[in-house]
């Protein structure tokens, strides 16, 4: 069955949906289903993509082309959407398209796909547009119908209809854009806090990700101003502060307003009528403007009418995914309690793991919890709700149960609610979107249209599904070992579960998952169930595991199990008899279970020859390099005086050890001063993943890294932290001795960029030989001084440029790219990497013929998060992320049967 996935859209969610599709695209069961990408552009053009531009980070690393950008805004220095493009004609957005993929239309839907899978957020896709399109062409769908989509998109009408069913509700208000502007905004602040008190909850009528939303804790007129035109998405500038602004200052601001989710995005209107549609054209217009007037106040083309305020519920949050069962009857899943570090579960909050925590279920008594079920089954039903839904709320610290936002599309991200709570009931990812699928043709029969073609994809479903079990035992099993203990093992655990999930939907591999934990003189293996593997972190899973039994006495466990019997012949049907409990898992009794592992941790173990020795002496093929590489890497001192003696440029480097600094600061302080001179860079010698890596700009932020490192307990020391500007979650080791490196800098160079490139190895099957395939670095844009966390694996953070931009015309790009693969190259056959890297650099370009690459670190296991630039630069050699995940654990197998042989 060809199943269309509908991702991107208008609105200001298309990150989220971009993300999510993806994640649809590469769960599907291959045996069962065919993924078909269908983007939605910024302007509502429907796109089939072509498959290699999934992969990309965000939508605007590939659309619009650059080639686009280079031909209608030569001298843009921004990444920017669609719309910056302007008022272009039909021919001119054809050709666009056509770099990318293939403009397709309604009504010739059926030609491409069966069914079609929404993904979309947001207006024009979560809101009953869509969904009535293709009813109108009879394509059956995911999800809800019309009507509860119109619905699950309206605060307001939500408001009214949750208050009629009886439903509680927290107090609001609401103000018309008109009411606003001719307010007495102090009187209506006084208002608002005597009518709903403080904290004031803010909130955009119509978006979701909480787009808009502020909660403001006190009564500050300019606060709430601001929070106002946020939730109406205007946003009004200063003369004072723009002035204000440094050169780098101004293009970081319009960086942030460019991004549709905290900026206004383009094109914007201004109060004197202009329409603006680019970056440097804002730029040019404040400069202007602002220097004629005190203030300038600008709008988004897609606004608000009104803004939401809301009474403030102090408790716990929580969400809930229902379902609806084959009898047509909801049923609620495990509510799970978010625990946020800041005030708004924001996009970043919910997708990038350590930023929130996810418990489930709630930490509540199981009678309360048991309302929260009954209560969103009942709401599922009240909208009319069909398929599944998710449903938000709040558990007042009286008790008290508020329904505040049912979504008809929920976040499909491999850290949403979507798939965490369907893991409580025994599915994965690719059983609970096969669920999805056939539950929604189902529902699509019910309403009598084609019924017949229907009813057929119906039986034909049921048979692939049958077939696809019967098929599991011919499998290769390979044990995905994840988390660690290591400052990067949360990132491990988003690795190792994408390398599970796109395993578990091929025909080839049968995979199960291993969590690793323990500490450097020693480490154990538990096979785990889903559940446990989507929880929100490594911490979690650790004490999740450790602490099993205990869990198992407790009030929580039992609600467990009660759905786990109500959903029973779901769970037959879709996953057959899965695992439902971690297991210890000794390395003997691993070779018993596994025929191949892929290692999916990142720092040590993992990265460090430990874990690799112990595979190799139960016989046990691996991905990534062997024993002794490994043990070299994951030292980026000793790399680095490897590769300087081998004539590969590296940064000048020292460690700092705990001693010789206890003993003697002021002498190391002087030396460092003398042989770097500030800024320079500081970092773990053996962390990766940005973790603890700073930009030192004098000898108080040395002191602030070096006291962070020395630290004798994990707690931070605050006053260094405070210096480092280090958040509250933020990862930061405990170590004996610390890496300093000269900062690399553009100096004379014609052109600097910071890149990052790829590479798979093979055996040449004549000579029995290792082999490298090099592929195209991607540039890395970093937002501050070091390239974080976030840019480098959250799906829609980050700027990564695939190919990187050497030059601006082809022929001498790829030029120097040939070049710089070849030092890359070299690099990895001096530290022996087999399998597959990532090696980061710096490239220095005074012209075609004359280019330095400065190798900067050589990870033996990259990350291998959904959204990580290793997956765009292998898809230029045609290798969708599954093939290229079979590619490495191929190599590690015909390597242990050379080795056998």
Not at 138 to 166: C, E, F, R, T, W
Not at 640 to 659: F, K, T
């Amino acid at each position: 069955m060809k199943i269309g996935i509908f991702f991107g859209g208008q609105s200001r969610e298309r990150e989220v949906s971009f993300a999510g599709g993806r994640t649809v695209y590469d769960n599907l069961n291959k045996q069962i289903f065919e993924p078909v990408p269908v983007f939605v552009d910024s302007l509502g053009n429907f796109i089939l993509l072509d498959w290699q531009y999934i992969y990309k980070g965000t939508i605007r690393d590939f659309y619009p082309p650059v080639a686009s950008l280079q031909q209608y805004l030569p001298d843009s220095k921004f990444q920017v959407y669609a719309e910056s493009l302007g008022g272009l004609d039909t021919e001119a957005w054809e050709k666009i398209i056509g770099q990318v993929g293939k403009k397709i239309h309604p009504q010739d839907f059926h030609q491409y796909f069966d069914f079609a899978f929404l993904a979309l957020h947001g207006p024009y896709g979560e809101d009953g547009n869509l969904q009535g399109l293709l009813e109108w062409y009879n394509i059956p769908y995911s999800g809800s119908g019309i009507l509860p989509s119109a619905i699950g998109i309206d605060k307001m009408v939500q408001q009214q209809l949750l208050a009629q069913a009886g439903f509680a509700r927290p107090r609001y208000r609401t103000l018309s854009r008109e009411a606003w502007a001719a307010a007495d905004k102090p009187a209506l602040l006084q208002e608002l806090t005597d009518a709903l008190g403080l904290p004031l909850v803010i909130k955009s009528p119509n978006q979701g990700s909480s787009i808009g939303v502020t909660i403001l804790k006190e009564k500050n007129i300019a606060q709430f101003e601001q929070a106002v035109q946020r939730s109406l998405f205007e946003q009004t500038l200063t003369a004072e502060v723009w002035h204000r602004y440094t050169e780098a200052e101004k293009d970081q601001f319009l960086i942030q307003f460019t991004d549709i989710r905290d900026g206004l995005g383009f094109p914007i209107h201004t109060a004197d009528g202009q329409i603006i549609t680019h970056p440097q054209a804002l730029w040019h217009y404040l400069d202007e403007t602002l220097a004629k007037q005190p203030t300038v106040t600008l709008r988004a083309e897609n606004t608000e009418a009104f803004v939401l305020f809301e009474q403030f519920i102090a408790g716990k949050e929580f969400s809930c995914i229902v379902i609806q069962h084959e009898n047509g009857e909801p049923v609620a899943l495990p509510p799970t309690e978010i625990r946020k570090f800041q005030a708004v579960f924001d996009y970043r909050s919910k997708y990038l793991p350590g930023m929130s925590r996810k418990i489930t279920p709630i930490e509540a008594p199981t009678e309360k919890i048991e309302e929260i079920r009954v209560a969103c089954a009942q709401l599922f039903k009240a909208i009319y709700a069909n398929v599944y839904a998710r449903i938000d709320g709040f558990l007042s610290d009286e008790g008290a149960i508020y329904l505040n936002d049912p979504n008809t599309t929920s976040g499909m991200m491999p850290s949403s609610f979507f798939f965490h709570q369907a893991a409580e009931i025994g599915l994965n990812p690719s059983q609970f979107l096969t669920y999805i699928i056939r539950t929604s043709l189902s529902e699509r029969l019910k309403r009598g249209k084609k019924a017949n073609r229907v009813a057929q994809m119906l039986q034909n479903l049921d048979q692939a599904i049958s077939q696809s079990q019967a098929h599991q035992a011919e499998q290769i099993r390979v044990a995905v070992i994840m988390g660690g203990y290591s400052s990067e093992r949360h990132i491990s655990m988003e690795s190792g579960r994408n390398i599970y999930e796109k395993l578990a939907s091929s025909p080839k591999y049968s995979p199960f998952p291993v969590f690793l934990t323990g500490n450097d003189t020693h480490f154990d293996l538990y096979e785990m169930p889903i559940n446990i593997m989507l929880k929100d972190n490594a911490d979690d899973i650790r004490d999740k595991i450790l602490h099993y039994h205990t869990y198992q006495q407790s009030a929580g466990y039992q609600l467990i199990q009660q759905i786990l019997k109500e959903t029973e012949t779901i769970r037959k049907k879709y996953a057959g008899t899965p695992l439902l409990q971690p297991q210890a898992l000794p390395i003997e009794a691993l070779a018993q279970r596994a025929e191949a592992v892929f290692i999916a941790l990142h720092g040590r173990p993992g990265e460090d020859g430990k874990l690799q020795q112990q595979l190799e002496a139960v016989g046990l093929p691996y991905n990534g390099s062997g024993i002794e590489s490994s043990q070299i890497t994951i030292n980026k001192y000793e790399t680095n005086e490897i590769l300087s003696q081998h004539g590969i440029a590296v940064a000048r480097h020292r460690l700092v050890h705990r001693a010789d600094w206890e003993q003697n600061t002021g002498q190391v302080l002087a030396q460092i001063a003398q042989e770097f001179g500030y800024p320079l860079i500081a970092k773990p010698a053996d962390d990766g993943c940005s973790s603890a890596v700073k930009k030192l700009k004098d000898e108080a932020s040395f002191r602030a890294f070096a006291a962070m490192m020395f630290r004798p307990e994990p707690a931070f020391d605050a006053q260094a932290a405070a210096v480092l500007q280090l958040k509250a979650n933020e990862e930061f080791p405990q170590k004996d001795y610390f890496l300093v490196e000269t900062l690399i800098e553009k100096g004379e160079a014609n052109h600097f960029l910071e890149i990052t490139g790829g590479l798979l190895t093979h055996i040449d099957p004549q000579t029995q030989q290792v082999t490298y395939e090099m592929f195209e670095p991607s540039e890395v844009l970093a937002l501050g001084d070091v390239l974080s966390l976030e840019e480098k694996f959250l799906a829609g953070e980050g700027q990564n440029i695939t190919p990187a931009r050497y030059a601006p015309d082809e022929a001498t790009r790829q030029h120097i790219a040939q070049q710089v693969k070849a030092a890359l190259q070299k690099t990895a056959e001096i530290l022996k990497v087999e399998g597959y890297a990532r090696i980061d650099a710096f490239v220095k370009i005074d012209s075609p013929n004359q280019v330095q690459v400065y190798v900067i670190e050589v990870n033996s296991l990259p990350g291998m998060t959904p959204a990580t630039c290793i997956f765009h630069q292998c898809a230029l050699n045609h290798y969708k992320p599954y093939h290229f995940i079979d590619a490495i654990l191929d190599f590690g197998m015909r390597k242990k049967r050379l080795q056998n042989a």
